[in-house]
């Protein structure tokens, strides 16, 4: 009985990583919003880790950080939060496949659909979602999903 | 009678080990009233038989002998040729902790090793197997453009008014 007990207490140490990501079904997930424009330079210092991203890619001078938040996705629940300029930003935690999430993203202004989308988020990986490009003398709204 | 009680004493020792026949018994037991001499010898074996019997017997119930069950056990186990989750389990007893006090720093290190290097391998081994982190992009306002590059990692969903418009690269 004894030896039983000790060997299943053994096998739980051993599982426990791989039980991890099954039992705790909730990811975090860093939402930052931010600002591209032409206008003036500089980079936001909570974006320097997009730097190298979006430096590569786009021409903007300047890259202003509007709103930085984390949210806690529990499995197929949706959670929503407003984003500039006046959208709104729905995240859905779908699967998870070991480390990797799948998120369903989507965006809408008053009630209508923008974007929806589905992204497979590692930890430290992250989308970025922006566009469309701006008129002269306005600055673009990106917004960068990424796994803490 | 001399030559009868030569013959017989070499009788002696099987008949005390009950090791003779019917007719060696009868002639030895026939012959021992009449002879001293064999009566003493058949005697002495006997007081030699307690002699060495009981302190044998005694140490026999003092000491278990653990060492002899368990060769004993190991044999019954081979015999029965057991199944891998017996295996198991007799290598966990072999291993047992209250059996081998001196496993536990051992078996705690490694027990320790595992849960700091499994989440890390697991890590290593949890990328999907394909390499898009977009699976689908629905946009009924905007034109799309998906852009993936591995080195440096970098995913953008680029919306576009219209068709006309072209990306905004550097």
Known sequence: ?148 | MKRECSSISRLLEKYFDQEVTPEERSLVEGHLPDCSACRMALETMQNLKILIKNPVEEAVEKETFPWVWEKIERGIRQEEKPGLWESLWSWLDMISLRKKKILIPAVAAVVILILITAPLIYEKMSSYPVLSVVEYVESDTYNVMIYEREAPQVTVIWLFEGPEEEPLTS
Not at chain 1, 55 to 80: A, C, I, M, Q, W
């Open chain 1, 1 to 148: 009985m004894r030896r039983k007990a000790s060997f299943s207490v053994i096998l739980i140490l051993l599982l426990s990583p791989f039980l991890g990501g099954v039992a705790f079904a909730q990811v975090q997930v860093r939402v930052r919003v931010m600002e591209a424009s032409n206008v003036g330079s500089g980079f936001d210092s909570s974006l320097r880790d997009l730097h190298d991203q979006l430096g590569s890619l786009f021409s903007f001078s300047s890259y202003r950080l509007l709103k930085d938040e984390t949210v806690s996705l529990p499995l197929n629940h949706p959670v929503s939060l407003p984003i500039p300029p006046e959208r709104s930003l729905e995240l859905t935690f779908i699967n998870q496949h070991r480390v990797t999430a799948e998120i369903r993203v989507k965006i809408t202004r008053g009630g209508r659909d923008l974007l929806t989308t589905m992204v497979r988020l590692a930890p430290g990986r992250s989308v970025s979602i922006g566009g469309p490009n701006p008129k002269r003398g306005e600055g673009t709204i990106i917004t960068a999903l990424s796994r803490p």
